[in-house]
């Protein structure tokens, strides 16, 4: 078993984007998961996921929301790069979908069931591909934005969904995650939340050490967020 990785060139309009593909070379064609990026667009980390899903039988495919493999540096540049995509969230549907089309064109990957994780920022990112798109078997989305976009109708959900959230997140107070629920029930959505207790945003990454902006990295719930993940892909994708 070797993992091997590539940069995968796909567009959006007259956009180019570039994602980041990983997958073991043993075998046949693997399921494909997306990884959606923090709002500094597609860095080492959302690379090491999509590793670290290749390295569990899937393929990993991190995911270029902003074209060109731009990322942002502070959040000055990352709100600068990411304000654009959020405030348009049929842009950002558009994007997930695109990438999600360039995943499956590659010859590495299966037919048929899909997923994708996502973080913070990229949390939004995949559940708005689970509401605007019916082909996606299952999402996961870890400390990210849950506000409903504007743009769809409230169909029914297909794929599940999986939340992972820490309770004391000053980016998605408790008043926020009971709007979702809500809204998962009335889209008929197969949905769980776990919420962990004295955590905060950005809980998965082990550079996240800002109390005053709410990000703190816990590895307590990290590990705990990872080992629900590995179950719920399981279950979606077998």
């Known amino acids: 078993m070797t993992i091997q990785t590539r940069t995968v060139d796909y567009q959006h309009g ?8 990983a997958w073991d070379d043993a075998g046949a064609p693997r399921a494909p998961v997306l990884v959606a990026p923090t709002w ?3 860095t080492d980390f959302e690379n090491q996921q999509a590793e670290k899903l290749a390295a569990l039988g899937y393929v990993g495919f991190a995911v270029d ?5 731009k990322t942002g540096n ?7 790069l990411m304000t654009p995509v959020v405030s348009d969230r049929a842009l950002l549907q558009a994007r997930m979908g ?4 360039a995943a499956r064109a590659q010859p590495e990957v299966s037919e048929g069931n899909a997923a994708a994780i996502g973080f913070c920022f990229g949390g ?5 591909l689970a509401r605007s798109r019916s082909d996606i078997s299952g999402v996961v989305s870890f400390h990210g934005l849950l506000t409903a976009p504007d743009n769809l109708d409230g169909q029914t959900i297909a794929a599940k969904v999986l939340v992972l959230h ?22 008929g959505c197969d949905w769980q939340v776990h919420s962990y207790g004295q955590t905060l945003h950005a809980f998965t990454n082990p550079q996240a050490n800002d109390p005053d902006f709410g990000t703190v990295y816990s590895e307590v719930a990290s590990s705990r967020s990872f080992a629900s993940m590995r179950a719920f892909l399981t279950e979606v994708l077998g």
């Open 40 to 42: 500094a667009g597609r």
């Open 98 to 101: 695109a990438a999600l089309d």
């Open 14 to 21: 007259n956009v180019t984007l570039r994602g980041y593909m």
């Open 65 to 69: 929301m902003y074209g060109d493999g």
């Open 166 to 187: 820490g309770y004391e997140d000053p980016m998605v107070e408790p008043d926020a995650v009971v709007a979702f629920c809500d809204e998962m029930r009335a889209r």
């Open 124 to 128: 939004l990112c995949v559940l708005d």
């Open 74 to 80: 502070g959040p000055e540049e990352c709100t600068a």
